[in-house]
């Protein structure tokens, strides 16, 4: 069985990009070791400015402490982030709806 990557959490969140927009682009996570899948359903929007801390906060809840999870969240008009978090450390990148920013 292949190990979900940082690379193709990014691909499967351009999926659903491409299937259902962007514009009203949710933050998701998921925790690989139980194949749990969530969708933060809403961000008030005096606190739109605050997304990032909002959605690792939200994903440090969902995952157990040291627990591996990959988070995306919109970050710009056209560029989400992908953080990967595993026991002992995070790395995260930004990515276009398309192709990936590096």
Do not use: N, Q
């Not at 491409?18 to 925790?31: E, K, S």
């Not at 809403?42 to 157990?64: F, G, T």
């Amino acid at each position: 069985m292949k190990t979900l990557d940082i690379a193709a959490f990014a691909e499967i969140t351009r999926r659903v990009i491409a299937r259902d927009g962007f514009d009203g682009y949710l933050p998701t996570v998921c925790v690989p070791a139980r194949k749990h899948i969530s969708v933060l359903e809403s961000i008030p929007p005096e606190k739109l400015d605050h997304v990032r801390e909002i959605a690792i906060a939200w994903a440090e809840k969902k995952a157990k402490p040291d627990e591996e999870y990959f988070l995306a969240y919109k970050e710009g008009a056209d560029s989400f982030r992908v953080v990967h978090h595993f026991s002992g450390g995070a790395e995260e990148r930004l990515f276009s709806a398309h192709t990936t920013l590096e």
